[in-house]
């Protein structure tokens, strides 16, 4: 645990300096379940930087990013909108994605329901996608599709 806690100040630490980061004015971010990455400090940080947070909500087989609304538990006990804004990506965002394991050339496992994939495949406007990940959940390769979006930068 101590040294999971040490990698997790890191790479907040690390995240708090990339340029993506500080320029974004609105982080797409996900409520972590299981072994993801925790993002309540990510939140925490985002927030004292003065920038917008955009959560996940599962709608049947889409997901809908909201902004400005409060989070309950939902879809598989994961906290997610109850109300809000629908958010629509711009280039200029930062989309923080969870995984369960990542290569170094960005490819991502989730959990399989493919609601990421389908998700960025239909945005006009394709969001900077970072990764986020101990390193224990670095693989040298994982199990990928031709509709699997990969992440632009894994962290």
Do not use: N
Request: contains cysteine; charged residues 30%.
């Amino acid at each position: 645990m101590e040294e999971r806690k040490r990698q997790e100040e890191m790479i907040l630490s690390r995240l708090e300096k990339h340029p993506r980061f500080l320029r974004a004015e609105r982080i797409f971010l996900y409520h972590a379940h299981g072994s993801e990455f925790p993002t309540e400090g990510i939140a925490a940080l985002a927030r004292s930087f003065g920038k917008d947070l955009a959560f996940p909500k599962v709608e049947g087989r889409k997901m809908v990013f909201y902004q400005g609304g409060h989070l309950a538990k939902g879809f598989k006990g994961i906290f997610e909108p109850v109300d809000g804004e629908i958010a629509i990506p711009r280039k200029e965002d930062l989309m923080l994605l969870p995984g369960l394991a990542f290569t170094k050339e960005g490819e991502r496992l989730g959990y399989g329901g493919g609601y990421y994939d389908r998700y960025l495949a239909d945005c006009k406007e394709r969001p900077f996608l970072m990764g986020l990940a101990f390193s224990c959940q670095i693989a040298d390769a994982l199990p990928s599709e031709p509709h699997d979006i990969q992440v632009d930068e894994l962290l």
